[in-house]
């Protein structure tokens, strides 16, 4: 392997992992403004409850913030695939080199061996000297086999 097909292997693993943070970015800002926006309800001309209207725009703010813990807790969720993947393909590459060496190892360290033929038990004929085995006769299995009871 050379070393071009390893940056190809770096480059898709840092894809996974920019895409993987911004999968959690996405989800947490989402999440901040959705949070934002339930807890803005108490800022409409509507909403008779029993706050000081002052007081309202701490429920945004503590909206925003639920939003975003909830956010983030799904976006890592959603990542962690991507994730995952991402460290497959750095692992693959990892494995990919060290099997090259072990591979090279093996080559230098190899000594030519003479050819061994195949052990043969002695009184074993050779496969090709057996005879094929004969077909049964039809008339030996199935329905021919079966005698007709003795009519009396």
Not at 73 to 98: D, I
Not at 106 to 130: D, R, W
Request: net charge neutral; glycine share 10%.
């Amino acid at each position: 392997m050379d070393e071009r097909d390893a940056a190809v292997f770096h480059r898709y693993a840092e894809y996974l992992w920019r895409r993987a943070g911004g999968i959690v970015l996405r989800w947490t800002v989402g999440g901040a403004v959705l949070g934002g926006i339930l807890g803005s309800v108490m800022l409409t001309s509507w909403a008779n409850w029993p706050l000081h209207h002052r007081h309202a725009y701490l429920l945004v703010v503590l909206g925003a913030v639920a939003g975003c813990v909830l956010g983030r807790s799904l976006g890592t969720t959603r990542a962690m695939g991507l994730r995952l993947q991402a460290e497959l393909a750095q692992h693959q590459l990892q494995f990919e080199r060290s099997t090259l060496a072990r591979a090279a190892e093996v080559e230098e360290t190899k000594t030519p061996v003479a050819a061994v033929p195949p052990y043969v038990p002695a009184g074993v004929p050779p496969v090709s000297a057996a005879a094929p085995a004969a077909e049964p006769a039809a008339e030996s299995y199935g329905w021919a086999a079966i005698e007709p009871a003795a009519s009396a």
